[in-house]
């Protein structure tokens, strides 16, 4: 059972396979989980297995942890490419969220102009006006939307009953493609919560494609992050999309001019990242 929770405000810098060298700040509970999302991926296990701590940082809090890690990294002369809102869950859903993005967007300006601001969100919480807003000040909002097909969101993100994806796709207009939308690509047998079946789940499944690209095309996000499972999964018996497969599925998007980031597992990251420095 994956239970990688981040114990601290701002954890790393620590390399992601989306962002390169990432600066971590968990605006969630050090030792717990709140999520409008229960995924069957997630490295941070259920949520019912998270919630003995609930207590929320405040945006005092953030500043002074933030400033003095950017301090300490400057000093040293650290590259930092992104400073990215992750953490123990759903980080929009601390009630400070917006508040929080303009403090780090003053101390990144201040301390690490170079570094963008990135935030890993589930979109579920777009219809609260304050953090869409913030949203769309940040410099790569990456904004979920796992599948176009109800049944496969219910039964991959397991969201919470007020959840719907047809208003969380209305608000992703209102981005007008200034954002970055991701898109999870796995396989395997899952209980549905909502019914209790026991499903299959194929993202490379040709409806399901179908119905994905066509929310590309629909939303026009100006990049496009398709990546497979990299870690443990709480669910059992899944398995990863090859990053070929994921190539092909992105084919016509491609050709329309999308851009697309494609991402396997970090091993397969890391080699062809070394390759490239040996270019």
């Known amino acids: 059972m994956p239970t990688k929770l981040f114990n601290s405000i701002i954890v790393g810098p620590i390399f992601s396979r989306r962002l390169g060298s990432s600066l971590g700040i968990n605006i969630l509970p050090e030792y717990g989980k709140i999520c409008s999302f229960d995924c069957i991926y997630c490295e941070l ?3 019912k297995d998270h ?4 207590k929320l940082p405040d945006v005092q809090d953030v500043r002074s942890a933030l400033k003095e890690r950017l301090t300490e990294l400057a000093e040293q002369g650290a590259k930092i490419d992104s400073i ?3 953490g123990n869950g759903e980080p ?3 009630p400070h969220f917006a508040e929080i993005v303009d403090v780090t967007i003053e101390l990144r300006d201040k301390l690490y102009p170079q570094a963008k601001v990135s935030v890993l969100s589930n979109s579920s ?3 609260k006006d304050d953090v869409r807003e913030a949203l769309m000040k940040i410099d790569s909002p990456i904004l979920k939307i796992d599948s176009a097909i109800c049944d496969y969101v219910n039964s991959i993100n397991r969201p919470a009953p007020s959840y719907s994806l047809e208003k969380t796709i209305e608000e992703l207009k209102k981005f007008n493609g200034n954002f970055i939308l991701q898109t999870m690509f796995l396989r395997g047998t899952v209980e549905n919560p909502k019914t209790g079946e026991t499903v299959a789940v194929d993202c490379t499944d040709k409806e399901h494609c179908k119905k994905w690209i066509e929310l590309v095309r629909e939303l026009k996000p100006r990049e496009i992050m398709m990546y497979s499972l990299d870690r443990d999964t709480p669910a059992e018996g899944l398995s990863e999309v090859t990053p070929h497969e994921m190539e092909l599925i992105a084919q016509p998007l491609v050709k329309d001019g999308f851009t697309v980031m494609i991402r ?3 091993a397969e990251v890391l080699a062809e990242r070394e390759k490239s420095l040996e270019k």
């Open 45 to 47: 296990g259920w949520n």
């Open 51 to 54: 919630t003995d701590d609930k």
């Open 84 to 86: 990215t809102f992750s």
């Open 92 to 94: 929009t859903m601390n």
């Open 125 to 127: 919480m777009l219809w």
């Open 264 to 266: 396997g597992n970090k």
